[in-house]
Structure formats: C-alpha cells, structure tokens
C-alpha cells in the first residue's frame, strides 16, 4: 500500500503548545502551522502572550494566545473551556512550559524542588487531565510532554529538574497505558542541549573570549559537535502530532544530536 504523505498533514486540527511565546515551544508550533494546524498557546502572563502574538505574526502566523499559569488547575480548566468555545476542542497538547533552577541540592530549599516539580511535572499532568476527557469523546488525540536529556541522565545542581523530567518520561508512558485504548497516543520529546534562554548561561562567553566550559563540555559529548537548534525539533515534533505516528505510543523520541549514544570526544 502507498505511503500517504497527507499523513504528516495537520490540516483542521487545533494543537495547544504551553509556554510557546519562544523557545522550543514557538519552533514547534511555526512546525504545527506549517503543516495546517491552527496554533493556540499560553504564557504565564499577558506581556509574554503579547510578545508570543508578535513573534508569531512576524512569522506570517496567526495564533491565539492565553493567559494561564499551567500548574493552576482551575486556571488551566478554565483555559481549556474557553480555548473550546473560542477556536475547537485541542487536539494535539504539547506540555512544553518548564523552568530549570541549577542549584547544588544540599542548598536547594524544598520549596525551590517544589517549585521545579510543580511547572515540569504537575502541570503536564493538569494539563493532560484537562484536555484528555473530550478526545476521549471525539475518539482520538495527541500529548507531547518534552522532556530532557536529564530524563535520563543526572548532573551537578539540576536534581529537582532531573527528578520532575524523569517522571515525566513515567507520566507519558503511564497515559500511553491508561488512554491508548481511545486512541490517544502520549509520547515524549527529548531535547539535547539546545540555544535557547533556558541555556544561554551554560554558553556564556568568557571574558577571555573563549566558549564557557560547558559549551565546551557538550560539543565534545555530542557526534553533532554543536548545540542543538530549536529548529531541530520541528520534524520530529511534527511526526509525532500527526497520523503518521499513530502506532507510537508510550516513546520518548530524543533529539539531541546522539548525546545519548556517544561516550565523548577524548579531551
Ligand atoms: P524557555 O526558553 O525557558 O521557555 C519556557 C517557556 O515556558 C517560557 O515561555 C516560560 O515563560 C514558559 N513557562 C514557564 N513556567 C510557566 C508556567 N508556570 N505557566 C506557563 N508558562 C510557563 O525554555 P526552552 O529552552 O524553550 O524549553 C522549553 C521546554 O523544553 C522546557 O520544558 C525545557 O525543560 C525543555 N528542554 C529544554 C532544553 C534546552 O536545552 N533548551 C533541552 C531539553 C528540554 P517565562 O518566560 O515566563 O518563564
Ligand atoms: C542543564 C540544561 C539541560 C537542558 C536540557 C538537556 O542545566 O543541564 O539546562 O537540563 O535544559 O534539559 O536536555
């Protein structure tokens, strides 16, 4: 039987990507656009909201944008409900919003852990149980959780983040499990090390010029010898929106330049 490419299409589908004013989540929803789907997305407030509309318009795409602090459940319920009345129900949720505090985790306050684990791991959560009951009704859907290569590796001063996307790779595999009967297919996406805010103060350059030791220190861990784009995660993004991937379910798909299977360059 013939491959249908119109598979990869998102053409009348409506997909929500949280925290998508920049970063990995506006790259992968100017992907989600170009392939059809209409882009919806929030931000923790209206300035970063009205800074997503414009970097959105300014790429020829038009979104629509809310107000909403994902680890709020009533916030997040109301959202969802208005997202419905205002556009269509979501049909592809990507639970991109995170935060990363680096910082040695015996001078970590609980309440810092707390925090990390609130935006990365009980918001998608929150977010999966808002939007799962009506593709339950309409008899499929799409989750997106990205996760990190710290789903599966630790380092120094990133341990609340390490345990909140380590869960997150259990959560994607636990809603494949309990919601693949409806034809709902949670997978995760696994962003290396990537130019974006989140990492711009591992990349800093030094005040003799040079690169940050660890700008260094990724480039020589990674085959692709550089840092990853956000651009780098439109297809595989896409892939896994679309009807293309309708038999994967439960999988993290990492896209981190083969960090993951390269022992590192001898210094
Ligand atoms: P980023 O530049 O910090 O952007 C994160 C976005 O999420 C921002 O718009 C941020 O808004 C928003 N956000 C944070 N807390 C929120 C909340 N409570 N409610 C709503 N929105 C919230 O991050 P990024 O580098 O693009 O990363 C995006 C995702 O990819 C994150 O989950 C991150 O953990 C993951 N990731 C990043 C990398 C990387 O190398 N960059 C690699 C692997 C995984 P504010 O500006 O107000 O914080
Ligand atoms: C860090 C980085 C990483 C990246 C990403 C890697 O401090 O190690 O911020 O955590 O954000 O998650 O995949």
Redesign the pocket.
């Known amino acids: 039987m013939a491959f249908d490419m119109k598979k990869f299409s998102l053409e009348g589908k409506t997909a929500l990507v949280?925290?998508?004013?920049?970063?990995?989540?506006?790259a992968i929803a100017q992907g989600f656009a170009a392939a059809g789907a209409t882009v919806v997305f929030?931000?923790?407030?209206q300035e970063?909201v009205d800074k997503?509309l414009k970097n959105y318009e300014e790429h020829g795409i038009k979104a629509h944008g809310y107000v909403?602090?994902?680890?709020d459940e009533d916030a997040v319920q109301k959202m969802i409900a208005q997202i419905e009345r205002d556009i269509a129900p979501i049909d592809i949720l990507v639970?991109?919003?995170?935060?990363?505090r680096r910082i040695p985790m015996t001078e970590m306050a609980a309440s810092e852990f707390r925090l990390v684990v609130d935006?990365?791991l009980i918001?998608p959560f929150i977010m999966a149980k808002a939007v799962i009951p009506s593709m339950i009704e309409r008899g499929h859907g799409k989750i997106i959780n990205?996760?990190?290569?710290?789903s599966e590796l630790g380092r120094e001063t990133v341990s609340a983040?390490a345990a909140a996307?380590g869960g997150l790779k259990m959560l994607t595999r636990n809603i494949c499990s309990e919601y693949g009967a409806y034809n709902i297919q949670c997978n995760g996406l696994?962003?290396?090390?990537?130019?974006?805010?989140?990492?711009a103060p591992l990349r800093q350059i030094q005040p003799d010029g040079s690169r940050h030791p660890f700008d260094q220190f990724i480039r020589a861990k990674t085959p692709a010898e550089r840092w990853?784009t956000?651009e780098d995660l439109m297809g595989p993004a896409l892939f896994l929106a679309s009807e293309a991937s309708d038999f994967v379910n439960g999988q993290i798909l990492y896209v981190d330049g083969g960090i993951l299977a390269y022992i590192g360059k001898q210094p």
């Open positions: 949280t925290g998508g004013s920049y970063g990995i989540g506006f929030n931000d923790i407030n970063l997503g909403c602090n994902v680890t639970n991109n919003a995170g935060i990363i935006v990365d918001a990205i996760c990190s290569m710290m983040y996307k696994g962003p290396g090390y990537i130019e974006t805010p989140q990492t990853g956000p």
